[in-house]
């Protein structure tokens, strides 16, 4: 769930079936899944602008269609909360050629969609509302629509589940787990120590200053908790998609819902007590925890999660941390497009 704030500012992968055809059925596929011509997208490329009903207001959230597939179609919720749709590009690479029909996704307050300056509307329960009428406005349901929510798109994927899982075909629930009390649990307890002493004790010190925009503090984070925690690249190397998606952040609804710290959820800050550890059990739907070693979050507890709902399967990325899709690709797509096939062929 870290996210810094203001950070350092690709891997763009073609979306084209470039995958060689070896029957003509495979051919036919791979040009339906480009023809947009029956969509009623095609003129913007698949993006569609949603109008949003809000207690404030109505604002418009940006959506953007890839591909096209009658029984899988995933939305995918970013993390942050304020992150932006930019962190999931590398999809690109993975579902055109297993024709998996997604959706880029900005939340309300993220980049490309509207961004209004009222407080309130970070909150938890209004966003799942948004997801239903992001759902209902893409014609998403219970025969085609996998979720798929990572870090606080985790937490937004829970809730949805828990609310609305009868329009639902499958839950993807990556690098994140039910309750935020374990993760800072597991931060103070196991990853804190794991830092190097002076490295802890100096984090430590603007961490109890407050004092979290500093630039030394943030120099500290970054070289010494992301790079074994969030993405396990040095920082020169982080994909263009990760550096965009970390400039066009919100700052605004990252600190209200997440906090200012970046070694924790601090201060006031609305997700702070967030916990559905008791409420899993009550998610049928089939779901994918998706967990990662080297992961913010503790992976024990992402297996836990499979376990917990009724019809759960765990991925372990080994060589991954929070952004998987990014430092263990060789094992995240393999898994989460394994799980969606068997789950469109009735064997979850």
Not at 30 to 37: M, R
Request: proline share 6%; aromatic share 12%.
């Amino acid at each position: 769930m870290r996210y810094i704030l203001f950070i350092l500012t690709g891997i763009l992968i073609s979306t084209s079936c470039d995958s060689p055809a070896s029957t003509a059925e495979s051919t036919s596929d791979c040009q339906t899944y480009l023809d947009n011509a029956a969509r009623d997208d095609q003129f913007m490329g698949g993006i569609k602008m949603i109008d949003v009903e809000t207690p404030k207001g109505t604002f418009k959230v940006w959506t953007k269609r890839m591909g096209n597939h009658p029984t899988k179609k995933v939305l995918l919720l970013h993390g942050g909360p304020g992150m932006t749709h930019e962190i999931y590009e590398s999809f690109d690479g993975y579902f055109p050629q297993e024709n998996i029909e997604y959706y880029y996704y900005d939340q309300l307050g993220s980049y490309y969609s509207d961004q209004p300056d009222d407080l309130s509307l970070w909150d938890l329960p209004r966003f799942v509302e948004e997801v239903e009428q992001v759902r209902k406005a893409l014609g998403l349901n219970k025969d085609n629509f996998y979720l798929f929510g990572q870090s606080w798109g985790g937490i937004l994927a829970m809730e949805y589940a828990l609310k609305y899982q009868e329009n639902l075909k499958g839950l993807i629930i990556a690098n994140m787990v039910p309750s935020i009390p374990d993760y800072m649990k597991y931060s103070d307890e196991v990853l804190a120590p794991k830092l190097p002493a002076d490295v802890l004790a100096e984090i430590m010190t603007y961490e109890d200053a407050e004092d979290y925009s500093n630039e030394r503090y943030l120099e500290l984070v970054v070289n010494h908790y992301y790079t074994r925690h969030v993405i396990r690249m040095e920082p020169d190397n982080w994909p263009d998609p990760i550096n965009r998606g970390f400039k066009h952040l919100n700052p605004d609804v990252y600190v209200t819902m997440q906090g200012p710290s970046e070694f924790g959820v601090k201060g006031d800050a609305t997700l702070k007590e967030w916990d559905v550890k008791d409420q899993l059990k009550n998610i049928t739907v089939p779901t994918l925890s998706i967990g990662a070693t080297h992961d913010t979050m503790d992976p024990k507890q992402m297996e836990w999660v499979a376990n917990e709902v009724q019809n759960g399967r765990f991925l372990l990325c080994p060589e991954g941390s929070h952004l998987s899709q990014f430092d263990d690709q060789a094992h995240f797509f393999p898994g989460l497009i394994q799980f969606i096939h068997d789950v469109d062929a009735g064997k979850m």
